[in-house]
C-alpha cells in the first residue's frame, strides 16, 4: 500500500514536496512519480532505484527531484518552479525490477497511490 500526501494549490513559481510512503521497499525495487493533466495520458515525472540512481522526464528536468529515505520507505518529489503545465492528479508507484528494466512504462508497476493533486496557477 502507498500513501501520498503532499499535493496542494500554488501559483507559478512555487515548490511543493510530495511524499509517498510505503510498507516495505527493497533495494532492488523501482520507485517513480507519475501524473496525469487534464484531459492527457499518464506521464512518467522520475524515476529512483534502490541506489539512488535517478531519471527525469525532459519536461521536469532540473526543477523536479526524487530522492528516497529507505529508513522509513519513503520517496519524495521536491518540486520547485512549478509551471501551470505541471497541474495534475500525481501517483506514486513501485516495481519489483530496478528502474533501468521497467523505466517510465506504467503497467510494470504493481503498486500505486491513490494520487495527489497539483494545481499551479498562473
Known amino acids: 500500500q502507498l500513501v501520498e500526501s503532499g499535493g496542494d494549490s500554488v501559483q507559478s513559481g512555487g515548490s511543493l514536496r510530495l511524499s509517498c510512503a510505503a510498507s516495505?521497499?527493497?533495494?532492488?525495487?523501482?520507485m517513480a512519480w507519475f501524473r496525469r493533466a487534464p484531459e492527457k495520458e499518464l506521464e512518467g515525472v522520475a524515476t529512483i532505484d534502490g541506489d539512488g540512481s535517478t531519471r527525469y522526464a525532459e519536461s521536469v528536468k532540473g526543477r523536479f527531484t526524487i530522492s528516497q529515505d529507505n529508513a522509513v520507505n519513503t520517496w519524495y518529489l521536491q518540486m520547485n518552479s512549478l509551471k501551470p503545465e505541471d497541474t495534475g492528479m500525481y501517483f506514486c508507484?513501485?516495481?519489483?525490477?530496478?528502474?533501468?528494466?521497467?523505466?517510465?512504462?506504467?503497467?510494470?508497476?504493481?503498486?500505486w497511490g491513490q494520487g495527489t493533486q497539483v494545481t499551479v496557477s498562473s
Open positions: 516495505e521497499v527493497t533495494y532492488s525495487a523501482c
Open positions: 508507484a513501485i516495481a519489483d525490477l530496478p528502474c533501468s528494466i521497467v523505466t517510465m512504462s506504467n503497467y510494470k508497476y504493481r503498486d
